[in-house]
C-alpha cells in the first residue's frame, strides 16, 4: 500500500497468475481464533474503539493519493453485520474526496497468524481498497525495512482481480517486494458479492489465500540489519481502508477516479486473528468407556475408531442430554473432537464440557459453543481428569449423535 512508485512496471513481472488449484483447505486443527471483530454493532455506529483507531489524516501517504481519511461516520460505520467504509467527493481538510481507514495498532497485533477478512470490495477507476499489515514497533526501521505485508489490494477498474504482495529490503528507491496475483473467472466481480481473503503468516513462510485456495507462497526477504527471517518476525498490526487514486498514483494506473462511481462502499463482513497451537495428538482410547443419557445403542460405538458405527439419541435434540467418557485413568489434554460426519445433520446444536477426577465432581464447564457442522473441535487450556462430560445445550430435530470422540495433547 505504502510507497508504488514503481509498482505499475513490475506488477507485470511477478504477475504469475496462480490460482490454478491447490487445495490447502484453511483453517486447520491447528488454527485457534484468537481475536475477531464480526461488525455486528448496531447500524449507523461506530467501529469498535477497543480494537480500532480511526485515521484522521490526508497528504497522499506517498501514493498521491487523494483523499482524507476521517473518523466521521460519514466514512465509516457498522450496518447489518458489515463494516462500511465509504468513498466520498468531497472537499475536505485541502483533499477533494474523504474516506476512512482503521488501524488496529496496540489493540490488535500478532507475531504470526492466519489473518481471514471476508469483505466485498468497491468498484470504479481509482479505488484502491486494502487490507495489509505493517510492524508495530518497527524495530528495523522506517518502510521497507520493518517489513509491510498486503493482504488484498485492488484497483477499482479491474474488479476480477486482486493481489498480495510482501515489501521489504533498503530504503526506498532500493526497496523490493514480492506478491502475485489472483483471478475470479471471466465476467465476476469482486464488487458482486463477498469473497474471503486470508493470509497465514509462520516463521519463515507466508501464504496468500481467496476463497481458501491458496495462490501464493512467499519464503524469501530481507531486511539489512537483522537476519532471517527478519523484518517478518515481529508483531504487525492490521488496516482496512479505501484509498483513491490520483494522476500520480501508480497502482490505480496513474488516472484521474471515476467520480461518477462515487460514493463508493467497501464492505468489510469480519476480521479474524488466528495462532498456530502446537500439533496435537489424539490420546490411546485402549480400556475407555463411555455412558449416556439418555441410555440408548451402544455408547461405546463412540469410542471404536469405525465412523461407520454411532451413539445416538434416538430422540431430536434437547438440552441436557450428555455422555460421560471416563478416560480409564487421568490424563492431560487440551483438545477433544466430536464427529458425527455421515450425519451431517446430528451434531450438538450447542454443547458444554466439564471433566472432572472422580466422575462425581464436576464443576463449571471448561468450555461451550455452538454447533455449526458435523466435526465439531473444541480447543481449551490444558486440563488434567479422568472423566469428560459432554452437554447438549441445544435443540434440533434431529437426533444427536457422536460417531467419533477422540481426546488429544
Ligand atoms: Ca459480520
Ligand atoms: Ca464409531
Same mark, same amino acid.
Given at each position: 500500500?505504502?510507497?508504488?512508485?514503481?509498482?505499475?512496471?513490475?506488477?507485470?513481472?511477478?504477475?504469475?497468475?496462480?490460482?490454478?488449484?491447490?487445495?490447502?483447505?484453511?483453517?486447520?486443527?491447528?488454527?485457534?481464533?484468537?481475536?475477531?471483530?464480526?461488525?455486528?454493532?448496531?447500524?449507523?455506529?461506530?467501529?469498535?474503539?477497543?480494537?480500532?483507531?480511526?485515521?484522521?489524516?490526508?497528504?497522499?501517504?506517498?501514493?498521491?493519493?487523494?483523499?482524507?481519511?476521517?473518523?466521521?461516520?460519514?466514512?465509516?460505520?457498522?450496518?447489518?453485520?458489515?463494516?462500511?467504509?465509504?468513498?466520498?467527493?468531497?472537499?475536505?481538510?485541502?483533499?477533494?474526496?474523504?474516506?476512512?481507514?482503521?488501524?488496529?495498532?496496540?489493540?490488535?497485533?500478532?507475531?504470526?497468524?492466519?489473518?481471514?477478512?471476508?469483505?466485498?470490495?468497491?468498484?470504479?477507476?481509482?479505488?484502491?481498497?486494502?487490507?495489509?499489515?505493517?510492524?508495530?514497533?518497527?524495530?528495523?526501521?522506517?518502510?521497507?525495512?520493518?517489513?509491510?505485508?498486503?493482504?488484498?489490494?485492488?484497483?477499482?477498474?479491474?474488479?476480477?482481480?486482486?493481489?498480495?504482495?510482501?515489501?521489504?529490503?533498503?530504503?526506498?528507491?532500493?526497496?523490493?517486494?514480492?506478491?502475485?496475483?489472483?483471478?475470479?473467472?471471466?465476467?465476476?466481480?469482486?464488487?458482486?458479492?463477498?469473497?474471503?481473503?486470508?493470509?497465514?503468516?509462520?516463521?519463515?513462510?507466508?501464504?496468500?489465500?481467496?476463497?481458501?485456495?491458496?495462490?501464493?507462497?512467499?519464503?524469501?526477504?530481507?531486511?539489512?540489519?537483522?537476519?532471517?527471517?527478519?523484518?517478518?518476525?515481529?508483531?504487525?498490526?492490521?488496516?482496512?481502508?479505501?484509498?483513491?487514486?490520483?494522476?500520480?498514483?501508480?497502482?490505480?494506473?496513474?488516472?484521474?477516479?471515476?467520480?461518477?462511481?462515487?460514493?463508493?462502499?467497501?464492505?468489510?463482513?469480519?476480521?479474524?486473528?488466528?495462532?498456530?497451537?502446537?500439533?496435537?495428538?489424539?490420546?490411546?482410547?485402549?480400556?475407555?468407556?463411555?455412558?449416556?443419557?439418555?441410555?440408548?445403542?451402544?455408547?461405546?460405538?463412540?469410542?471404536?475408531?469405525?465412523?461407520?458405527?454411532?451413539?445416538?439419541?434416538?430422540?431430536?435434540?434437547?438440552?441436557?442430554?450428555?455422555?460421560?467418557?471416563?478416560?480409564?485413568?487421568?490424563?492431560?489434554?487440551?483438545?477433544?473432537?466430536?464427529?458425527?460426519?455421515?450425519?451431517?445433520?446430528?451434531? #450438538? %446444536?450447542?454443547?458444554? =464440557?466439564?471433566?472432572?477426577?472422580? !466422575? *462425581? @465432581? +464436576?464443576? $463449571?464447564?471448561?468450555?461451550?459453543?455452538?454447533?455449526?457442522?458435523?466435526?465439531?473441535?473444541?480447543?481449551?487450556?490444558?486440563?488434567? #481428569? %479422568?472423566?469428560?462430560? =459432554?452437554?447438549?445445550?441445544?435443540? !434440533? *430435530? @434431529? +437426533?444427536? $449423535?457422536?460417531?467419533?470422540?477422540?481426546?488429544?495433547?
Amino acid at each position: 500500500m505504502k510507497k508504488r512508485f514503481l509498482v505499475t512496471i513490475l506488477l507485470l513481472l511477478v504477475l504469475s497468475l496462480l490460482p490454478a488449484y491447490s487445495a490447502l483447505s484453511a483453517p486447520t486443527d491447528n488454527w485457534q481464533l484468537v481475536w475477531s471483530d464480526e461488525f455486528n454493532g448496531t447500524n449507523g455506529s461506530a467501529p469498535d474503539s477497543t480494537k480500532w483507531s480511526l485515521v484522521d489524516q490526508g497528504g497522499g501517504f506517498g501514493n498521491s493519493e487523494l483523499e482524507y481519511y476521517t473518523s466521521r461516520r460519514d466514512n465509516s460505520y457498522q450496518e447489518n453485520g458489515s463494516l462500511v467504509i465509504v468513498a466520498k467527493k468531497e472537499n475536505y481538510t485541502g483533499q477533494s474526496y474523504t474516506s476512512a481507514k482503521l488501524i488496529s495498532k496496540n489493540k490488535g497485533d500478532w507475531k504470526y497468524g492466519r489473518f481471514e477478512i471476508r469483505a466485498k470490495l468497491p468498484q470504479g477507476r481509482g479505488m484502491w481498497p486494502a487490507i495489509w499489515m505493517l510492524s508495530t514497533d518497527a524495530i528495523y526501521g522506517g518502510w521497507p525495512k520493518s517489513g509491510e505485508i498486503d493482504i488484498m489490494e485492488n484497483r477499482g477498474d479491474q474488479m476480477d482481480k486482486v493481489s498480495g504482495t510482501i515489501h521489504y529490503g533498503n530504503d526506498w528507491p532500493n526497496n523490493t517486494y514480492s506478491g502475485a496475483s489472483y483471478l475470479l473467472s471471466s465476467g465476476q466481480s469482486f464488487a458482486d458479492t463477498y469473497h474471503t481473503f486470508a493470509v497465514e503468516w509462520e516463521e519463515g513462510a507466508i501464504r496468500w489465500y481467496v476463497d481458501d485456495v491458496l495462490y501464493s507462497t512467499k519464503t524469501n526477504w530481507f531486511t539489512p540489519s537483522a537476519p532471517y527471517p527478519a523484518p517478518f518476525d515481529q508483531k504487525f498490526y492490521l488496516m482496512l481502508n479505501l484509498a483513491i487514486g490520483g494522476p500520480n498514483t501508480p497502482f490505480t494506473g496513474k488516472t484521474s477516479p471515476d467520480d461518477s462511481a462515487l460514493p463508493q462502499k467497501f464492505y468489510i463482513d469480519y476480521v479474524r486473528a488466528y495462532t498456530k497451537t502446537a500439533s496435537s495428538t489424539a490420546l490411546d482410547r485402549t480400556g475407555w468407556t463411555a455412558t449416556t443419557s439418555p441410555v440408548n445403542s451402544t455408547p461405546g460405538n463412540m469410542l471404536d475408531g469405525n465412523m461407520s458405527s454411532r451413539w445416538t439419541t434416538g430422540a431430536d435434540m434437547v438440552p441436557g442430554q450428555y455422555f460421560i467418557v471416563d478416560m480409564n485413568s487421568s490424563k492431560t489434554f487440551n483438545k477433544l473432537t466430536i464427529d458425527c460426519t455421515g450425519n451431517n445433520n446430528d451434531y #450438538a %446444536r450447542g454443547y458444554q =464440557v466439564f471433566v472432572s477426577s472422580d !466422575g *462425581t @465432581n +464436576w464443576g $463449571s464447564a471448561i468450555a461451550s459453543g455452538t454447533g455449526t457442522a458435523p466435526l465439531i473441535t473444541v480447543n481449551f487450556a490444558s486440563k488434567t #481428569a %479422568r472423566y469428560i462430560k =459432554v452437554v447438549q445445550t441445544g435443540t !434440533g *430435530t @434431529n +437426533w444427536w $449423535s457422536v460417531r467419533e470422540f477422540n481426546v488429544y495433547n
